[in-house]
């Protein structure tokens, strides 16, 4: 339980480290992002190991490959509960606050992939470290943040431009503006996107309202399109 919602985690029995592994951090998560972005939606998150090779959001459930199970070292710093936080993380970014998955991808992978940082600097703050240089930097990510799946890119070029430099871009950004005033848009940007499908352009007149700093040079570094 995590206020009032159900976190439940179904697995094989030859999983049972990992499935709780992976309750505990969803639970931890659920309850990092209500503070930090607003209310869970629901009463219940189902987490559902499954036998393809990744993770995949739905509303209130979501799977996690059995293979981030099987890899479960018995510490938070594996795929297992970076992956669970970041599925857990889309009841925010997609299930709350929509976008077009195909034309830009980034508004919602960018945000679930900086959960995972999120989730790490309140729950597990010695790993910040980790995370970085062990989930995102080791693939050397490079390619802009805005790109369309239709680009053509292979997994790993197309995760490493939306998912990674779309990580990198908001840190960049938070650095910039501050701690206070990112936070501040990440609730407002969901307060009023809530049920909505938004655009960049939504995003960027969020974000607008609740700094002056100017982050203009990042957004070029980062993004193809003009915001
Ligand atoms: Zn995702």
Known sequence: MVGDVTVSSYYFPFSEQGGQAALQASAEAVS?????????????LSLVMGDFNDGMEYSAFFYLSRDFYSLYDGTPANYLT??????????WWFEQVGND????PWIDESLATYSERVYYENIHPDLINWWW???IDFYKPQGFVDIPIYDGLGFRPYTNAAYFQGAHFLEELRARIGDEAFFAFLQDYLAQSRGKIVTANDFFRILKEHTSTDYSDIVRQ??????
């Open 82 to 91: 970076f992956v669970a936080v970041h599925e857990t993380s889309h009841q």
């Open 101 to 104: 998955q195909a034309e830009q």
């Open 222 to 227: 980062y993004f193809q399109n003009i915001y």
């Open 32 to 44: 990092v992002y209500s503070n930090r972005y607003g209310a869970y939606p629901h009463k219940t």
């Open 133 to 135: 240089s062990y989930r």
